[in-house]
């Protein structure tokens, strides 16, 4: 029983209650700056390269030119519309990881339309029945593991994770299908004459009105998401439900309806996106057309905890890296695996400094609190 | 008695939480062959003092001492090590193994079943528990599972014993069964904390009272040399009346009729077997019964949660005309004035929603009003002002989110709310469960607010005094039977106890 006195041990985690805002906001920006000494000390390191100016040349890569600027904010909104689709489903608890599979359904019901009526009818009425064939083929497609789910429980994760392979071989089956010419094995460009089912270039002959629409789609539906997420009563069923679907019950909220209408939104959205890509930007269909965006999007609604508005920042970030780090592969002529790294470093910082807003590490009593 | 040397001493310990002060600057000691009663109001800081205890939580300030001796407990296994073993409200148990595997986790060295089985039999024989060894947990009662607790803190070697309200769960006769056991410990020399908010146990267990008020060490006391009065006074730090007032029911009408019913759960096991009873307006009818026993269905199936097999559920308008709840949603049955405030055991389970602040959890009841697709923010928000002003609930503001607020301040968040929609009909379920005296006493004087203006109240309850003091009629469940229908003003306390382990109550 006799016990001599152990030494107290070095340091604790402990849960914090809460924390400012602007505190968190600074441990974010001192993970970000960590990440880039971290990164420049590797690329000095490895590569013998001033790490300016391989910063530079990021920055070149993603807002260089003009074109590359608005090359970025298409990409961006791309990025940004899945995450918005994804994130109500995940406020509800719902995880939707077939944002890729989604996606590509909306594309393939826009490239059918687009191919099959392309010059039969009046082109507004065309783009508008891509429009709703679109919308309805990504929330059917994410709502068949909703069914699921709402009447038998079965997880989400799963059958939307294997939703994704049976889309991407549907398309690769229509490919070969629509194939032409014949034998090249993939679709081409879709009524390159007659640019039937394109989505129009607003704005007039400036360099970037190819990509302003899509744009302005995505802040639409950012705003919209905030809007709907935060003040309505869909919105608000969404929170219960994710929060305790027995309290959910107890208040009246019909669950299943909830989980199935919800999850349909986050479909349809991927379905817009799947009709940007094919009627606004690719004008063709490919099995690789999201681009594994559908996962990314995952990351991004993540890191912007669910907030639309912190998404555009998030969705900017991803985007910013990937394009810079491209360039910086071919500039200094290293490998992509290169730039892959400085990436993965950068988001294990963001990431990680979530552990320090979360919790705080006190350090024995004598030394120096964190 | 002071020059002994204190089995445990807490000298100047302080613990924050954030900006709030669980325990500031505690001075605390804790004897062999005594049993002290730890008494606090809820978020006094008990649990976190004796979380220290055992491991769970550092301590930010103070030191401890164990027989005279300065001590560093930074995780459980030191707390162990040191014979501090704690057995806590919610049991740390893992379902699907046995009794004698729970005990036996977590400790070094060879897995020997065997060994641990005899030794295991060696302290149920010693202190009159009983245990089966190879039982599974999840075949276990209530009761079983904290004796599995008390026996694998014993098994550690545990000198000095913390129990956070232990009676919570048990039976009266469970209860005195546990008390028994605890005095054969005393008498073993060991030192016994407990954690209770009931004052006849404090009283008839305990040698020693420790009072902590807002994380701050008030004072002990010699038991015998005080009563509940005083210590409650102390508790609080002011005067308190300790008496549930039970008005004579006004002009009482019939208003939910239950008849034949019958509750099968979803794995097919009659929950409720063929109910019958009446419940009237401006009167409260208790239900008691050991927990698990069809209480939590019956609630529900009036409420409209729970699928019913057969029976009828009538409610009862004041003209005698009736509407079959039966088959009706949730939302219809409350839109009609039935409401249920059912507090769960881990209390934010159902009606309330942790992580959204006040405001947020006023609007689950009324955010489908309106034909606007967003939501009114404004007539919650005023509620919110209006619960915690009126019901004095202690909270940082009303956007602090609710899992924040401590036991009885979410209660008084919940029932503020259900009573704010005035029902005709009020269905509450343990609602004082963990509560302090202070803030139990509010919520009775709440129920029996509701019960004058004429409300159909169906108390589920826990501690049979305050059943027999504040219910006007008393329905004992037993095993999903309605084991008889008592007055309140003339119940017998040993003969309902009877009741609520057989049905009839007969020998």
Known sequence: MMKTKKHEPLLHIVKRDSMSYKKAVLIRIAAIVAALVLCAIITMVVTGQNPISVYGTMGIGAFGTARKTWVTFQNVSILLLISLALTPAFKMRFWNIGGEGQVLMGGLAAAAVMLKLGDKIPNPLLIALMTLAAILAGGIWSVIPALFKAKWNTNETLSTLMMNYIATQLVAFFTVLWEMPKGSGKIGIINQNTNAGWLPNIGGEFIGSKYLLTIIVAALITAAMFIYLAFSKHGYEIAVVGESVNTARYVGIKVEKVIIRTVFLSGAICGIVGLLLVGGINHTLTTTMAGGQGFTAVMVSWLAKFNPIIMIFASLLIVFLSRGAGEVATNFSLNQSFSDILTGIILFFIIGCEFFIRYKITFRRGGHKK | ?507
């Open chain 2, 1 to 507: 008695m002071k020059d002994r040397i204190p089995a445990v001493k807490l000298q100047n310990i302080s613990k924050h939480f954030g900006p709030v002060a669980a325990n500031s600057h505690v001075n605390m000691d804790i004897f062999r062959g005594e049993i002290l009663s730890l008494l606090g109001e809820n978020g006094s800081g008990k649990t976190t003092l004796m979380n220290m205890l055992s491991g769970i939580y550092y301590p930010d300030e103070g030191e401890i001492f164990v027989d005279g001796n300065p001590v560093t407990i930074a995780s459980p296994r030191d707390a162990f090590d040191l014979g501090i073993g704690m057995v806590h409200q919610h049991f740390k148990l893992v379902d699907v193994l046995t009794a004698a595997e729970n005990i036996v986790l977590g400790l070094d060295g060879k897995l020997d079943i065997k060994n641990a089985t005899k030794k295991i039999r060696e302290i149920c024989d010693k202190y009159g528990f009983e245990v089966d060894p190879a039982q599974k947990i999840y075949d276990m009662s209530v009761s079983q599972k904290q004796t599995v607790e008390i026996v694998k803190v014993l098994y550690r070697g545990a000198e000095i014993l913390i129990l956070d309200e232990p009676t919570a769960v048990l039976t009266p006769q469970e209860t005195e069964k546990l008390f028994a056991v605890l005095r054969k410990m005393k008498e073993d020399n060991k030192a016994i904390v407990i954690i209770t908010h009931k004052m006849h146990e404090v009283e008839s267990l305990s040698d020693r009272v420790a009072v902590l008020r807002k994380g701050e060490y008030i004072g002990d006391m010699i038991t015998k040399e005080t009563n509940a009065e005083e210590m409650t006074n102390m508790m609080v730090g002011r005067k308190v009346s300790l008496n549930i007032k039970r008005p004579d029911p006004v002009n009482p009408k019939d208003r939910i009729r239950v008849r034949d019913l019958t509750v099968r759960s979803e794995d097919g096991v009659i929950k409720l077997d063929n109910i019958n009873f009446t419940a009237r307006s401006g009167e409260i009818l208790g239900i008691a019964g050991i927990s698990g026993c069809g209480q939590k269905e019956l609630l529900e199936a009036i409420a409209g949660l729970q699928p019913v097999e057969t029976g009828s559920i009538e409610y009862v308008e004041d003209d005698g005309s009736y509407e079959q709840l039966i088959g009706k949603d949730p939302k219809k049955i409350r839109d009609m004035g039935v409401s249920l405030s059912f507090v769960p055991e881990d209390r934010l389970g159902m009606g309330l929603v942790g992580n959204m602040d006040l405001v947020e959890n006023m609007m689950l009841r009324s955010f489908e009003n309106g034909s606007s697709p967003f939501t009114d923010r404004k007539a919650p928000y005023e509620l919110a002002k209006n619960v915690v002003e009126e019901l004095d609930v202690v909270t940082p503001g009303i956007s602090t989110p609710v899992r924040r607020l401590s036991g009885g301040n979410v209660q008084k968040v919940l029932v503020g709310r259900e009573i704010a929609s005035a029902p005709k009909v009020l269905l509450t379920a343990y609602a004082v469960r963990g509560l302090d005296i202070n803030s139990s006493y509010t919520i009775y004087d709440l129920i029996n607010k509701q019960k004058e203006a004429g409300v159909a109240v169906i108390f589920v309850g826990e501690d049979l005094d305050v059943l027999m003091e504040l219910s006007d009629r008393i329905l004992v469940l037993c095993g999903g039977k309605v084991s008889g229908i008592v007055d309140g003003r003339t119940a017998d306390r040993a003969q309902i106890g009877l009741m609520m382990t057989r049905v009839g109550g007969s020998k």
